[in-house]
C-alpha cells in the first residue's frame, strides 16, 4: 500500500512500515541475576511444621492388633545457603544450595503387621543437618510464528535434586539401631528412598516453567494504535534478537510503526530520518563510566523519531488552537498586549475581533537524549503558528512565528509507578519570525507566556499516564539513573534493585493425615514388606534352605524381627519428608 502513497525511501530514511530491527533492549547483567539470586534466598519459607500425623493400618485380614503410629509435632527447617542464577552457553542455570533439618520430637509404634509382631517402640526423632542441591537448566531461542511475528520458545529441564547421605533420624529405640547398621553398610540409603518420594513429585516442573516464562516473555509482543486527533500509529513491538552469555540476558526487541493515512497539512516526504545505529555494547556498567547495574533499559533514537514521524504526518499536530483552548477567548485585545504597539495599531480597541491561530509544523518532532534535567526531549522545529484576524473586512494573515524548543518529558520511574511528566522550560524557548509583515520584528517575544497554552493543546496532561509497576516477590526498584550513548543515539535507563522487603513465603504446614499430609490410599500394606526384604516365594537367593525364608514367605523368627522393623521406620521418615510435597 505505501509503495503507492510514498516514493521509494532514499538512503537513511525509514518509510512508514519498514521494520526497526534495534528499536528497543533490556539487558539484565548476571550482576542482575546474582541479585535476584539473592531474592529467591529471601523468599525460602524458614520452617515447614508437621503437627498431628498419626495412623492406623491393617497388613492382612487376620490382623487382629492393627498397626498403630503417631509423630508429635515437629518442624522441618529449610534454610538456603546460596542461590545461583548464571547466563551462559545460551541458557540459564539455576542451582539452589540448601540445608535441611528438624526439631526433635517423638515416634510412637505400636501393634502388629504380617510377621512384625507385639510392636512398642518410642524412638526419639530429629533429622540431622542435610545439604540438599538443586540445579535445573533453562534455555531459550527466537522462532518465527505462524503470524509472522518473533516469539520466544523456553525448554526448562525439571530439576536434579542430589541429597548428601542422610545420618540417623531416629535414636533409642530398636528401630533405631537397625538403622544405624543399615547407614553403616550403606550410607546412602535414607537418601535414596526420599528421592523416590520427592523425584516423582517434581516431574513436570520444567513444563511449568516453560509456559510461565514463555507467558511472560511473549508478553512483550505488542500490537496497539493510539494518535492525536482523527490519525492513529499502529505499532508493533516483538523480540527480534536474544542472548544468554557470560554478559547476562540480552533480548531485543524490534518494532514496526505505521500511520493509518497522510494527511495533506504536512509535506511527509519519504519517512523520518536513520542512523541505523548497532545495538550498544551491553556489559555491566553504564556506557564508559564505573557504574555497575543490576538491569537495563536502551531505547533508540531511530524508534522514537519514526514514531513521533507517524504522528506527525498524519496531522495530529495540525491544530486550530482557537477552537481547542477552552475558557479562553483569543481576540486582539489579549495579543494587543503580547505583541506590542505595532500590533494594537491595526485594530481598533473598542472593537475586539477574533484571532486565529493554526499550528503549522513543517517539520516532525524528534527526540533527543539529555544527561542533565529530563532525560528526553522532544524536540520541536520549524513548529510554525500562524496568526490571522479580521481586517478591512476580510480574513488577514498577520504574521507567522517559527517555535524553536525542547519538551521535556521525564519518564518518571520510580518503585511502584511509571509516571511521565512533560516539562516545559519556557526561558528555553526560542522563536524565528520568517512572516511579519503588518508588524514590527520582535512580535514574538510575547509568546513565550503563551505557548504553554499552545503546547497543553498539543500535549494534553492525559497523554502520558501513570502505570503502576507491580511487586514481584517484593522486588523493588532501589535507584534507576537515565544516561545517552557519546552518540546521542540510545537513552539507557540503568536500575538498581532493592531486595530489602522481599518476605520468605508463608505455608500453613500440616495437620493431620496418614503417611504423611497427603494421607494414604492403596493397598493393605504400603511398605511391601516381603518384597523390601527381598523374600517371597519368587525372590532370587530365597529357598527352603535359606535363612530367614519359607516358601510362605519371611519367617517370623525374633531374632530377625528387628530388620522388617527398620524398613518401616525408614519408609515413614521418608513420607514424613515427603509430605512438603505441594505444599512448599
Partial sequence: MW??????????????????????????????????????????????????????????????????????????????????????????????????????????????????????ETCGVAFPTTSVVADLSI??????????????DVTASDPAITISPIGNPLSDCVL????????????????????SFVEPELEGLGAEIETSLEDALNGLVLETSFGLGEGEVALTLEPSSLELTEAG??????????????????????????????????SERAWDTSLEYDAAIFVNKDFVDHVLWGVWATGALCLDVSTAVEGLTLDTQLFSNLFGESFAA????????????????????????????????????????????????RETRLFRADV?????????????????????DTEAIQFEEPYNELVEPGFSEGLADFLPTVLGTVLPDDLLPTVAIPSILGIGLDTVFWLPDADGQWMGGFILLDIDNVQPLEVAGCEGGSFGCDGFEGETDPFDFETLLGCGEDSAGCGADSAGCEDTGCTTQHRRRFWPGWRFGLGFFALVLASLRRRG
Avoid at 503417631?70 to 545460551?90: H, K, M, N, P, W
Fill in 3 to 120: 509503495t503507492l502513497l510514498l516514493p521509494i525511501a532514499a538512503a537513511g530514511t525509514l518509510p512508514p512500515g519498514e521494520p526497526i530491527p534495534r528499536a528497543a533492549a533490556l539487558h539484565v547483567s548476571n550482576a542482575g541475576l546474582a541479585h535476584m539470586g539473592d531474592a529467591v534466598e529471601g523468599l525460602v519459607p524458614p520452617s515447614f511444621p508437621v503437627a498431628d500425623i498419626y495412623g492406623s493400618f491393617e497388613c492382612d485380614e487376620a490382623d487382629e492388633d492393627p498397626l498403630t503410629y503417631s509423630l508429635g509435632a515437629i518442624d522441618l527447617y529449610l534454610a538456603a545457603q546460596d542461590v545461583a542464577l548464571v547466563a551462559a552457553d545460551g541458557e540459564l542455570h539455576l542451582t539452589l544450595y540448601l540445608t535441611l533439618s528438624s526439631s526433635a520430637s517423638q515416634l510412637d509404634v505400636t501393634g502388629d503387621c504380617s510377621f512384625l509382631q507385639d510392636l512398642e
Fill in 139 to 152: 534455555a531459550m531461542a527466537l522462532y518465527e510464528g505462524n503470524d509472522g511475528v518473533n516469539y520466544i
Fill in 176 to 195: 533405631a539401631d537397625a538403622i544405624g547398621t543399615l547407614l553403616g553398610t550403606n550410607e546412602e540409603a535414607i537418601s535414596a528412598l526420599l528421592l
Fill in 249 to 282: 540476558l540480552v533480548l531485543g526487541l524490534g518494532a514496526t510503526s505505521v500511520p493509518s493515512f497522510i494527511s495533506d497539512c504536512v509535506d511527509a516526504g519519504e519517512g523520518s530520518a536513520s542512523a541505523d545505529a548497532p545495538w550498544p555494547d551491553f
Fill in 346 to 393: 491595526l485594530f481598533d480597541e473598542n472593537d475586539p475581533k477574533p484571532v486565529n491561530i493554526v499550528t503549522a509544523p513543517d517539520a516532525p518532532p524528534t527526540i533527543g537524549f539529555q544527561e542533565d534535567g529530563a532525560p528526553f526531549a522532544l524536540q520541536l522545529r520549524e513548529f510554525g503558528l500562524n496568526f490571522s484576524a479580521p481586517l478591512d473586512d
Fill in 404 to 424: 524553536v524548543a525542547d519538551v521535556g518529558i521525564d519518564p518518571g520511574l520510580g518503585a511502584t509507578e511509571l509516571a511521565p511528566a512533560v516539562i516545559i
